[in-house]
Nanobody, 117 residues
């Protein structure tokens, strides 16, 4: 099993910044990528950003390119999401994911991000 724990959500004004953190523990071998997804009320969960464990290859949703940056610290099994220039439409529950070969995706409990004045 893999345990995934997020932190760093909260309330921020439009144009502001937040940094989310996510730590994976347990059977972390064979985790080939970690990422962030989000789900707004009444909408499906969507990929925000993902980074591979090996080469650090990243991919982003078009809606966050240029504003969000995903990074990782392999030694700490931790991934970060730096969110800048936040917009009200970024409001959602953000979930961290750990992608493990053979056993699928492990999810964190989610952290609320609210962008509002």
């Amino acid at each position: 099993q893999v345990q995934v724990v997020e932190s760093g959500g909260g309330l921020v004004q439009p144009g502001g910044s937040l940094r989310l953190s996510c730590a994976a523990s347990g059977s972390i071998f064979s985790i080939w990528a970690m990422g962030w997804y989000r789900q707004a009320p009444g909408k499906q969960r969507e990929l925000v950003a993902r980074i591979t464990s090996g080469g650090g290859v990243t991919n982003y949703a078009d809606s966050v390119k240029g504003r969000f940056t995903i990074s990782r610290d392999n030694a700490k099994n931790t991934v970060y999401l730096q969110m800048n220039s936040l917009k009200p439409e970024d409001t959602a529950v953000y979930y961290c994911s750990a992608h493990r070969q053979g056993t699928g995706i492990y999810w964190g409990q989610g952290t609320q991000v609210t962008v509002s004045s």
